[in-house]
T-cell receptor, first 116, second 115 residues
């Protein structure tokens, strides 16, 4: 069965420090992986995705994510956190096997709190 | 350009009543999705439309839930005989196509509260 796990409900980090939000996945076939961010009372906004190619993917707002096939992980990272990065972050996977194309499987979300 | 819009933004209804939630996708996007986000939970897939193909209804939690997409554009999600467990934020998303290369663009959601 397809699944996505975000093991941390909340991540706290000081402004200016690096941040990591963890994500692991389980799918059959090759995974297509996504990160979305949700600000209060807003819809989800796309950050970045991994389809194929380089394992390090760069996205919006200075975020990047590293795909690790052996560890089935796709952790979100940023070298220097901003207070404005505080939000709810969702990892998602779309299976590449036919029939799984048309939906995203989301993790439960990780709340990132960046303190001044 | 205009993003995905949803209406109403908030809906409070009494248990047992029917509700309709509306989604206007981005112009030109052929794929449309409905998700449900419950408090403290991730997003739960409900239904997917792609062009004139039969929709994927595999995520609908019960036969009280149904959705239509008229003219390949606007979609309406209907919940009949609402229950308190239906309280959630209902999110609509659209994308250029259903190939995994295309990311989904989400609307702001409709917050449904069943009293």
């Amino acid at each position: 069965a397809q699944s996505v796990a975000q093991p941390e409900d909340q991540v706290n980090v000081a402004e200016g420090n690096p941040l990591t939000v963890k994500c692991t996945y389980s799918v059959s076939g090759n995974p297509y992986l996504f990160w979305y961010v949700q600000y209060p009372n807003r819809g989800l906004q796309f950050l970045l995705k991994y389809i194929t190619g380089d394992n390090l993917v760069k996205g919006s707002y200075g975020f990047e994510a590293e795909f690790n096939k052996s560890q089935t992980s796709f952790h979100l990272k940023k070298p220097s956190a901003l207070v404005s990065d505080s939000a709810l972050y969702f990892c998602a996977v779309r299976d590449s096997v036919s029939g799984g194309y048309n939906k995203l499987i989301f993790g439960a979300g990780t709340r990132l709190a960046v303190h001044p | 350009g205009a993003g995905v819009s949803q209406s109403p933004s908030n809906k409070v209804t009494e248990k047992g009543k029917d509700v309709e939630l509306r989604c206007d996708p981005i112009s030109g996007h052929t794929a449309l999705y409905w998700y449900r986000q419950s408090l403290g939970q991730g997003l739960e897939f409900l239904i997917y439309f792609q062009g004139n193909s039969a929709p994927d209804k595999s995520g609908l939690p019960s036969d009280r839930f149904s959705a239509e997409r008229t003219g390949g554009s606007v979609s309406t999600l209907t919940i009949q005989r609402t229950q308190q467990e239906d309280s959630a934020v209902y999110l609509c998303a659209s994308s250029l196509g259903d190939v995994p290369l295309y990311e989904q663009y989400f609307g702001p959601g409709t917050r449904l509260t069943v009293t």
